[in-house]
């Protein structure tokens, strides 16, 4: 089969590898016909992670169930499906507690929890940037979609990372209806929480970023867009905020942040949230922050630390929820809401390439080139 393989930093391919298969009684192959390139992907691209080369990417699946393994039961081929990033057991107790980011089973180191396609640190598991997929634990893991599966297509892909992701956040800052939020990072998933934040009723939401055609798409929800290489963000929230700060804050952006002048600061984005968020206000992280980052600038963050504003924190009464999205927890009723026309998180889309152009479109995303907000691959 055809698929995207990583052969070094900035370095993919798309060459004939062997065919995914059926390799367990639990297993489901799909074939694939959307998967996206995720902001996730550009770390490992840019050879910021210990992923060998050989590896196929892509996270964000969507699919034709082809095969089923023997002890299947739910599916069938030629169901239409999404594919969840996190790969989850279903039967061990964090699964069982709907923390399918953490699954206890999956990945074959024991002392490890969690398991992903495609991803640096999270198992073995080939990713979807090709023409097939092995997805263990079918069953359990495969979302079929709704009669509507082909004409949203561009929309049901969403649930395999980005949405449910951008709505995890706002849960892990316990947003409330009528409370007004901040967003640090303007890209697919910061998109993701602020359109999560507006379907679930903020009263205001603000996205710091500097990329403009990432400020204009979330101008068209009613998003407040806060350029930060216009000024202060914090004092931009300030003046938006009458002086109160926002609510609750969402980390969006992860360790390769960077300021204005292009200098990369992995700390920036968490401490400007301490001081852009109201005392005993709450921060939900998604952004990425790794054990280990050998390649970066610092040799503090190279062991995966950052320095944290921790006294102002601590003394304003804040809380700060951090991790994965549990991606089954969430992408049921976020599928129901794309079905019934509630939501449709296809509009931050740019580009829909053949696979056959998928490093180009890596290096375009990767350059942040103006109008490159998101880009869906077709195999």
Not at 107 to 124: E, I, N, S
Not at 244 to 255: L, N, P, Q, S
Not at 274 to 296: E, K, M, W, Y
Not at 330 to 359: C, F, M, T
Request: proline content about 7%; aromatic content about 8%; glycine content about 10%.
């Amino acid at each position: 089969m055809k698929a995207l393989v990583y052969d070094g930093p900035r370095e993919v391919v798309v060459k004939d590898v062997p065919d995914a298969k059926i390799e367990h009684p639990t297993d489901a192959l799909v074939k694939i016909t959307t998967t996206n390139i995720c902001g996730s992907d550009l770390h490992m691209y840019e050879g910021r992670t210990d992923l060998d080369p050989g590896m196929v990417l892509g996270h964000e699946n969507l699919g034709i169930v082809a095969e089923v393994g023997s002890a299947v039961v739910k599916l069938s081929p030629g169901d239409r499906v999404c594919v969840p990033f996190n790969i989850g057991c279903g039967f061990c107790r964090n699964c069982e507690e709907g923390l399918t980011a953490f699954c206890l089973t999956a990945h074959p180191d024991p002392k490890m929890a969690g398991a992903a396609y495609g991803f640096a640190g999270m198992g073995p598991f080939w990713g979807g940037q090709a023409e097939y997929l092995r997805v263990p634990f079918g069953d359990f893991n495969l979302l079929r979609l709704p009669e509507d599966a082909q004409e949203k297509e561009a929309d049901y892909v969403m649930l395999s990372d980005i949405f449910p992701t951008g709505w995890h956040c706002t849960r892990l800052a316990d947003m409330q209806p009528g409370d007004s939020v901040v967003v640090y990072g303007a890209g697919p998933v910061g998109l993701m929480a602020a359109y999560s934040a507006m379907i679930q009723g903020a009263s205001k939401v603000m996205i710091v970023d500097r990329h403009p055609d990432r400020l204009r798409l979330a101008e068209q929800i009613g998003v407040i867009p806060i350029d930060d290489s216009k000024g202060d963000p914090v004092e931009q929230i300030l003046e938006q905020t009458r002086g109160r700060r926002a609510d609750k804050g969402c980390e969006c952006v992860g360790y390769q942040a960077h300021d204005p002048q292009g200098h990369e600061n992995s700390a920036m984005t968490m401490n400007r949230l301490v001081d852009s968020v109201r005392f005993t206000g709450h921060i939900g992280v998604v952004g990425i922050f790794l054990p280990q980052d050998p390649n970066a600038p610092d040799k503090l963050e190279q062991k995966g630390r950052i320095a944290f504003d921790m006294g102002k924190f601590w003394f304003k009464g804040q809380k700060v929820g951090t991790g994965q999205a549990n991606v089954k927890h969430y992408n049921r009723q976020l599928r129901d809401l794309i079905h019934e026309g509630r939501a449709k998180p296809s509009w931050i889309v740019s580009h829909e390439l053949p696979l056959d152009e998928a490093p180009s479109g890596y290096q375009h995303f990767d350059a942040r080139d103006d109008g490159w907000t998101k880009v869906v691959l077709h195999p």
